[in-house]
Every structure is written in structure tokens, then in C-alpha cells.
């Protein structure tokens, strides 16, 4: 269910528990300010989830509040996953979803990485 991107943390979400150890997760990177996962209803061959550890409800609350190492940390955490899958070469496409119209659906920020098949245009044409 969509949720929106503004508004406080909320503790009990799924990447806050996967954060503290209640949740397993299939890790593929983490650093200080992120960690990498196996999404694990993937829409493309490669599909990975890339976190900030710090609690931040969308992108708008994490460039508004984040230090500017957090930032650097978790977009060079993505760019360093897509490295480590080989993902380069062929190409992926990262996605952040902001709200409810976007389809945000864990109040916690995170960028998906998609590969692994040719994926389309951005957005369907209406």
C-alpha cells in the first residue's frame, strides 16, 4: 500500500527492523551509511534494494536532513553495488519512489537497482 514520504519515522517498518537484525535480508554490500539487499520479490533478473542506516522516511527527508557524508556514503554505496554485480557494462536503471503517487510503499528511504533484461522506457505513455 502506498504510503506517503513526509511525516516522522516509523520504527516498526520493515527496513528498520532488517536494519537492527529482526529481519534477515540477502546482504550484497554495506558500508557506514548503507547496506544492500536482494529484494526479494525482484521485478528484473537483478533487483536490489540500497538503504541509508540512518532514519530517513524518502528523499526528501534525506537530502533535507542527512549530513553530507550520509549522502556521499549511500550514492557512492550505489554506485559501487552496481560495479561489484558487473551491472555496468550492460546497464540498470535506479529508481526512488517519493509518496503515494509514486508508489513508495516502506516509509523508509531506498533506491532500487533494476538489470539483467532490457527494461523499458521510464514510464508508459498515457
Known amino acids: 500500500m502506498p504510503v ?3 511525516g ?3 520504527d516498526d517498518n520493515i527496513f528498520a527492523k532488517i536494519l537492527r537484525g529482526e529481519i534477515p535480508s540477502k546482504k550484497v554490500f554495506e558500508n557506514k551509511h548503507a547496506l544492500a539487499f536482494h529484494d526479494i520479490h525482484p521485478l528484473a533478473p537483478t533487483h536490489v534494494l540500497v ?3 540512518g532514519k530517513y522516511v524518502s528523499l526528501a527527508d534525506f537530502t533535507a536532513k542527512a549530513s553530507e557524508a ?3 556514503g549511500f550514492f ?3 554506485g559501487t553495488v552496481a560495479k561489484e554485480l558487473g551491472l555496468e ?3 540498470y536503471r535506479i529508481l526512488a519512489n517519493m509518496g503515494a503517487q509514486a508508489g513508495q510503499e516502506v516509509p ?3 533506491v532500487h537497482i533494476f538489470a539483467g533484461r532490457p527494461l523499458g522506457r521510464m514510464l508508459s505513455e498515457r
Request: charged fraction near 25%.
Open 8 to 10: 516522522a519515522y516509523d
Open 89 to 91: 557494462a550492460e546497464g
Open 108 to 110: 523508509h528511504f531506498h
Open 4 to 6: 506517503s514520504g513526509l
Open 76 to 78: 557512492r554505496a550505489v
Open 70 to 72: 550520509e549522502i556521499g
Open 51 to 53: 538503504i541509508p542506516k
